[in-house]
Nanobody, 126 residues
């Protein structure tokens, strides 16, 4: 059973930082999986932000967050983090954690994720 619980969202001014956490059930970390952060702004489609393959720690980012966001994992805590620096108003969105197997095509950004958390809101003011 895969369970994901996000935390760490909030409101910050542009240029600020936040760290999101995704606590996963032990099963999620028992075998190598893809875990990712997605976001969805009002009126827009959900989009991937960053992903990590828990087996090797390989990380993947979309261009809009490269150099600003960092995804990492703590296997002892079954937790994946998203460190967000130099936040911009356009980063405002609901952020979701996702997990699933890697099926061998593309990388962890392109996995059709089936397991999702409830989301945590990030608001960046100018």
């Amino acid at each position: 059973q895969v369970q994901l619980v996000e935390s760490g969202g909030g409101s910050v001014q542009a240029g600020g930082s936040l760290r999101l956490s995704c606590a996963a059930s032990a099963y999620t970390f028992y075998s190598s999986k893809c875990m990712a952060w997605f976001r969805q702004a009002p009126g827009k489609a959900r989009e991937p932000v960053a992903a990590i393959y828990t087996g090797t720690g390989s990380t993947y980012y979309v261009d809009s967050v490269k150099g600003r966001f960092s995804i990492s994992q703590d296997n002892a805590k079954n937790t994946v983090y998203l460190q967000m620096n130099s936040l911009k108003p356009e980063d405002t969105a609901m952020y979701y954690c996702a997990a699933d197997e890697f099926y061998g095509l593309g990388n962890c950004l392109s996995v059709p994720y089936n397991y999702w958390g409830q989301g945590t809101q990030v608001t960046v003011s100018s």
